[in-house]
T-cell receptor, first 114, second 112 residues
Framework: NAGVMQNPRHLVRRRGQEARLRCSPM?????VYWYRQLPEEGLKFMVY????????ESGMPKERFSAEFPKEGPSILRIQQVVRGDSAAYFC????????????FGPGTRLTVT | SQKIEQNSEALNIQEGKTATLTCNYT??????LQWYRQDPGRGPVFLLL?????KEKRKERLKVTFDTTLKQSLFHITASQPADSATYLC???????????FGKGTTLSVSS
């Protein structure tokens, strides 16, 4: 299966801990997007990355959140000093860019902050 | 302000009927619009994309229309089946390759 992979699928963290969410895009895709879905809310864009570059981080909270997509390995969304309000489902999507605009989503990571 | 709205939170129809879901937007000039299906606890699954210069797209039992004058997209599922029960999301992008802006979704329930 060459789909978008995310791990872990479920993550529980205590307030103040760090959360690291990983995303491996579909084979051949070099564009990665992170979205957050809060209960009863729609998907909200957070950040758009290409290999080694952040293209658009306009949806990312200014503090505690960071993202990277290194030359080798998965994209990482990092949340430092988590708070209860960070509890949500975090989805990664990938696209091939160029003339193809469809985004393909992973299964998500459900973060629970206790 | 900019908004993307899916008019119905929930839609209940009988098997075999056509389901029609609506997506309206204000103060956007989308380059294209996409429809996704999301099942509980899972990620959205891409269904169809329609560009600003296209009026209609079809894929099997699915049809999408895009009216940039009305600022509206309609999503139709013909001969609906209980397996079509899910939440359907519309999403637009103002430029190619940029982030998607999602509506909150419409939850479709198809009863047999």
């Amino acid at each position: 299966n060459a789909g978008v992979m995310q791990n872990p699928r479920h993550l529980v963290r205590r307030r103040g801990q760090e959360a690291r969410l990983r995303c491996s895009p579909m084979k051949g895709h070099s564009h990665v997007y992170w979205y957050r879905q809060l209960p009863e809310e729609g998907l909200k864009f957070m950040v758009y990355l290409q290999k080694e570059n952040i293209i658009d981080e306009s949806g990312m909270p200014k503090e505690r959140f960071s993202a990277e997509f290194p030359k080798e390995g998965p994209s990482i969304l990092r949340i430092q000093q988590v708070v209860r309000g960070d509890s949500a489902a975090y989805f990664c999507a990938s696209s091939s860019g160029g003339g193809s605009y469809e985004q393909y989503f992973g299964p998500g990571t459900r973060l629970t902050v206790t | 302000s900019q908004k993307i709205e899916q008019n119905s939170e929930a839609l209940n129809i009988q098997e075999g009927k056509t389901a029609t879901l609506t997506c309206n937007y204000t103060n956007y000039s989308p380059a294209y619009l996409q429809w996704y299906r999301q099942d509980p606890g899972r990620g959205p699954v891409f269904l169809l994309l329609i560009r600003e210069n296209e009026k209609e797209k079809r894929k099997e039992r699915l049809k999408v229309t895009f009216d940039t004058t009305l600022k509206q997209s309609l999503f139709h599922i013909t001969a609906s089946q209980p397996a079509d029960s899910a939440t359907y999301l519309c999403a637009l992008a103002t430029q190619a390759g940029t982030a998607l802006i999602f509506g909150k979704g419409t939850t479709l329930s198809v009863s047999s």
